[in-house]
């Protein structure tokens, strides 16, 4: 029995070393959930970290391919039911499941950025939270006709953790702020303007780029391979160029940029609530943050600011405190009672608005609730 219950969780993500033509392997990664979009849990970030661990070390793995399973998600972000189970089961911590997932997550998402072989995420549809974070960290990131993009984490009471402190800051402008306040969506015009992929590629070419990846002459120079990897991709990016959807960014970027003018966070919030665009994705995005949690809208305005220059190590060090101390507290627990358990999309935040969120909570928020990090090994 015990062996069976073994089985089944290993299916939750699954690993292929398909031999290529001159020898070494593609390594490929199935995110295996489909019924939760691909969505995370512990059990599968374990599995994913000790197995890239181990690829990373073999000379007869060349690259890394990771997909999802079925046609409508690379990854939709954390088992975040599961996160509030372990929230509200132990009320102000330790949570021992949410703080162990957040920690594995973040190592397996950092581990990826590492990685020194080629590492291609295909994001094909909806690509959000925890699946973020494992798209931003390839080498090659390919976005397809149906990729949907967002840190949605303002609905829920949570903040846009998984290397969003590090990536978000990297984006032009003020659009990462913008992206982080708001969790809207973006597609794949939105990504290659964002620099947060390198390649629009057709989601039927998949199956075709993954053969392909197989019949390359791979290197033992890991500089080589990564060219070969932009090569290969190159061509099917120009047979898929005609399909590119128009992105909303970019066409944004102007009134973005005076929403977000200036180095208070307060006036930047209250800014964007009460936009008064002709752009109906900005109002669309407006009115996210405007019912979200005005405590998530202060803790993410001061997170990007605080890790804005920060190396890649120092902000997934800084997102493993805050994602501890926001599971120790009751906001995003009953930001996912509202949306995802009860569903009656209601949530009683603890505050009315963002000016009413006090100074000494924030400050809370940033206060090592550890003697030690558990990521200061990284």
């Given amino acids: 029995m015990e062996e069976r219950v073994m089985e089944a969780h290993v299916e939750e993500v699954l690993f292929e070393e398909r031999k290529s033509a001159s020898g070494p392997a593609v390594g490929v990664i199935t995110l295996n959930v489909e019924k939760t979009l691909n969505s995370l849990t512990l059990n599968m970030v374990e599995l994913m970290l000790v197995k890239l661990r181990e690829w990373r070390e073999r000379s007869d793995i060349a690259c890394v391919f990771i997909h999802g399973a079925g046609q409508k998600a690379l990854c939709a972000g954390g088992d975040v039911q599961a996160l509030y189970k372990s929230s509200v089961e132990q009320p102000g911590g330790p949570c021992e499941y949410a703080e162990a997932f957040f920690e594995q997550e973040y190592r397996v998402d950092y581990l990826l950025h590492q990685f020194d072989k080629p590492v291609i995420v295909w994001g094909h549809g909806i690509v959000m939270g925890g699946g973020m974070g494992v798209f931003a960290a390839g080498s090659y990131r390919v976005v397809t006709e149906k990729t949907r993009l967002a840190m949605p984490e303002i609905t829920i009471g949570l903040y846009p953790d998984v290397g969003g402190s590090y990536f978000l800051n990297r984006m032009p402008g003020k659009t990462g702020l913008f992206l982080a306040l708001t969790g809207a969506s973006f597609n794949?015009?939105?990504?290659?303007?964002l620099g947060l992929a390198e390649g629009f590629?057709?989601?039927?070419?998949?199956?075709?780029?993954?053969?392909?990846?197989?019949?390359?002459?791979?290197?033992?120079?890991?500089?080589?391979?990564?060219?070969?990897?932009?090569?290969?991709?190159?061509?099917?990016?120009?047979?898929?160029?005609?399909?590119?959807?128009?992105?909303?960014?970019?066409?944004?970027?102007?009134?973005?940029e005076q929403l977000c003018a200036g180095d208070d966070d307060l006036a930047v919030i209250k800014s964007i609530i009460a936009a008064q665009s002709e752009n109906p994705w900005v109002q669309k995005a407006a009115a996210t943050l405007a019912s979200g949690s005005p405590l998530s809208a202060r803790l993410i305005a001061e997170q990007i600011r605080r890790c804005k220059g920060l190396n890649l190590k120092a902000a997934f060090q800084a997102e493993a405190l805050l994602s501890t101390t926001i599971i120790r507290q009751p906001e995003f627990a009953e930001g996912v009672r509202a949306l995802l358990i009860d569903k009656d999309k209601n949530p009683a935040w603890q505050h009315a608005s963002p000016t009413e969120v006090p100074q000494s909570l924030i400050d809370h928020h940033f206060t090592a609730p550890w003697a030690e990090n558990p990521l200061r090994d990284l």
Avoid at 188 to 193: V, W
Avoid at 213 to 235: H, I, K
């Fill in 201 to 256: 590629i057709e989601h039927e070419y998949a199956g075709e780029v993954l053969n392909a990846l197989t019949d390359v002459a791979w290197s033992t120079g890991v500089a080589d391979n990564q060219e070969r990897v932009f090569d290969l991709m190159a061509g099917f990016a120009t047979r898929s160029k005609a399909a590119l959807p128009a992105g909303n960014v970019e066409a944004a970027a102007l009134e973005i």
């Fill in 188 to 193: 794949a015009a939105d990504a290659l303007y």
